[in-house]
């Protein structure tokens, strides 16, 4: 259901990996808050020229969670009304943009993309990648799921880059997969999302 | 001249070089809202200790500007009101905080404070160094100046780190070491701070 008279707002989307994430969370805010929207795809070779970087000179792609959530967050469906509680979620924010996204991309970049192997730069940012993860479990209390933690570390196989947090994982009732306990399979859990829509339905 | 009945805020101060910007930055928003405040320091070794972490789980001096501004600023002497202006000073924080700070510090940890030379590690950053200068200089029209730039990138001596801009340099009236053209030092700069103010005084 999408609010009436509203001019469906057109996201655009790149296929660059580590972008589409960012790309994909506007979807999301726009999905929850019943905001109207088209989806169209550039190539990421367009997005260091114009008129790309007409609108972000930088020549990423920019997500505009704020004003999204300004406009059109009436509800406070995504956000917070109380100033305090506001800028706790802005000081998350910044941690992940100014902390953890530059640094798992620099990790990402020499243990994947770089031609080379240099292994005194990978072990400075594996060793962030993984400060970034202490701080997120010990005071945060929940754990900034990345299926992809293993490729961004290269962790010998079968090793579970998250064994350090038995805890935290078990809290939540999750297995290392990022699937609830007793689950096999994605087919499985989309079974159980169904199951447990459905419920609520009933309630 | 301060705003009366208000309780001073605690400024925390590190002396860690790179951190210091961002917490004068805080004294300069007091200091323009004529809000008063009282500044304490502490020892960098602190920082990722308690009771520091519970303030910053990350274990940075966050400056919590945003929450200044929307708490003191009700003149709106250093944020915007309109929103389109508002997301677009937004967008220009994110683009410090997301880019030119993180990748600004690699330079600086590979070129000044590790202990070995990695010359493929520091070409990628003093790169992106270079390239931030550019989205600067080209699109955002002014520069982030930064006095340290010849460090931060180790250029031979002599070498003018912003020779690449010079129209934008003399657009602002200013030499390479950012003093205005025609002053010689720093005594000289400040005479002239305080005949401009006597001038506009006297308007």
Redesign the interface.
């Known amino acids: 259901m999408t609010k009436p008279n509203t001019k469906p707002i057109t996201v655009w989307l790149t296929r660059k990996p580590s972008w589409l994430s960012a790309s994909w969370a506007v979807v999301l805010i726009l999905e929850e808050l019943q905001v109207p929207y088209v989806i169209e795809s550039f190539r990421f070779n367009d997005v260091k020229n114009r008129p790309c ?1 007409d609108i ?5 792609v ?1 997500g ?1 969670y ?2 999204l959530e ?2 059109y967050d009436t509800e406070k469906k995504v956000t917070y009304e109380p ?1 305090n509680e506001r ?1 706790l979620l ?2 998350y924010l ?2 992940q ?3 953890q ?3 798992y991309g ?1 990790a990402g ?1 020499f243990n994947v993309l770089y031609h ?1 192997r ?1 292994p ?2 990978i072990e ?1 940012y594996n060793g962030q990648v993984r400060r970034f993860l202490d ?1 997120l479990s ?3 209390s929940f754990m900034s799921w990345n299926c992809r933690l293993d490729m961004l570390l290269q962790t010998p196989p079968g090793e579970d880059p998250l064994a350090k947090y038995p805890d935290l994982i078990d809290d939540q009732g999750l297995m290392p997969n990022d699937m609830p306990k007793g689950i096999n399979n994605i087919k499985e859990y989309e079974e159980q999302i169904a199951r447990e829509a459905a419920e609520k339905e009933e309630q």
């Not at 972000?56 to 990423?60: I, K, R, S, T």
Request: proline content about 9%; hydrophobic content about 25%; aromatic content about 12%.
């Open positions: 970087t972000c000179p930088n020549g990423g920019p505009m704020h004003h300004e406009v100033l800028q802005n000081q910044h941690f943009m100014s902390g996204g530059p640094y620099q970049w080379g240099i005194s730069t400075r701080v010990t005071y945060l």
